[in-house]
């Protein structure tokens, strides 16, 4: 069977900003160059964004307007359909199904040891978040489960959720027989190394995110608002301090890097001529995957996702009917 990679965007936002790009899609497409026979699955998890997004219309927006950036993403890197299957998982009924028999098997105080619930614990909000908060990481174990998936490209946040998932499949063969694969996770480290245009990791809380759909124009306004330190343009200045070189520095190649660094070194580089140069890469980048954007055919998106769907509902079919057996559901 050909290895499984599995992978997910959450549509909380109806937009996808440079973070995204460089910290989940970037490392996507890379992990699928070095594992080019590899199957790779990657869903709309709104049914995890549902624990807190109860706005259906904003939930749909979402869904669509991420679906339709992941669907352009693609075609501006020339990957076809099969090579990303993307999927949603409420149109794959078993996520759901498989839940109840993962809650009976998980034991309470294993849930409360769960980073998302221990904080809301700390923060005193434990009776406000919702059950489904708390037993989010069962839904997310089942996600990866179904599909006896092999890997799961996941920040440093989500390692104890991969590893509950392993936990869970090792718990339930040894009760039953073989029957899930144990996954692993693949810890990527950089992402959190990406800075907004304020320094600070760039994420929606802190207003400080480039969106891949924002227009030249806003491009060049958030870039200018980069703050600086108050160097003229005859002094060096250390790249490793700079805001504007924080960022420029995910789009070179080394040999470009290196060139950049050496210029804020010794030549006369002033932060305005950095800012231009920073705004133009962005905006190159961009233009692709806007254009694709605007390309884009809802019919055929559905017609993709429908088929997607049914890919995995076949292989995840599979699965329950085994595990019904197995739990003796099937009688
Ligand atoms: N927990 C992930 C997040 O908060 C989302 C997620 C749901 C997920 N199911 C998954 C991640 C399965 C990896 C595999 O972002």
């Known amino acids: 069977m050909q290895k499984r990679i599995l ?16 910290g989940s899609i970037l490392p996507l497409f890379q992990l699928l160059k070095k ?18 997004l109860h706005d259906a219309a904003q939930l749909q927006n979402n869904t669509m307007s991420v679906l339709k950036l992941y669907r352009a993403m693609m075609q501006a890197y020339w990957l076809a359909d099969e090579k990303i299957r993307i999927f949603n998982s409420v ?16 034991n309470m105080w294993f849930m409360e040891r769960m980073h998302a619930y221990k904080d809301a614990v700390a923060h005193k909000k434990a009776g406000e978040v919702s059950v489904g908060t708390f037993t989010y990481p069962i839904l997310m174990a089942i996600d990866i489960l179904l599909y006896d998936t092999a890997c799961v490209p996941v920040w440093k946040d989500q390692k104890q959720h991969v590893e509950y998932a392993r936990d869970m499949a090792q718990k339930f063969n040894h009760l039953y027989g073989e029957t899930f694969v144990l996954p692993e996770p693949i ?5 959190a190394t990406i800075t907004g245009t304020d320094w600070r ?3 929606k809380s802190y207003n400080n995110y480039i969106w891949l759909l ?3 124009e806003t491009i060049r306004k958030k870039v200018a608002r980069i703050p600086t330190a108050a160097l003229s343009i005859d ?5 490793d301090e700079d805001n504007i070189y924080a960022i420029h520095k995910h789009f070179l190649t080394t040999e470009e890097d290196q060139q950049l660094r050496q210029q804020y070194i010794q030549w006369w580089l002033s932060y305005k001529d950095a800012k231009q140069a ?23 998106l559905k017609k993709m996702l429908t088929n997607n769907a049914d890919y995995c509902n076949q292989i995840a079919q599979r699965k329950i009917q085994d595990v019904y057996q197995k739990i003796w559901f099937n009688f």
Do not use: G
């Open 278 to 300: 920073l705004a133009d890469r962005i905006i190159a980048f961009v233009e692709p995957i806007q254009w694709f954007y605007n390309q884009i055919d809802e019919e055929a």
């Open 214 to 216: 924002d227009d030249a």
């Open 187 to 191: 810890i990527q480290e950089s992402v």
């Open 91 to 106: 149109d794959v009924p078993w996520h759901a199904q498989l839940a109840w028999v993962f809650q009976c098997l998980t």
């Open 201 to 203: 990791k760039m994420s």
């Open 235 to 239: 002094q060096p200045k250390n790249p």
């Open 7 to 22: 992978t997910w965007v959450k549509p909380t936002s109806n937009q996808l900003h440079l973070w995204n790009y460089f």
């Open 35 to 52: 594992h080019d026979d590899a199957e790779v699955f990657l869903f709309i998890a709104s049914m995890h964004a549902y624990t807190t």
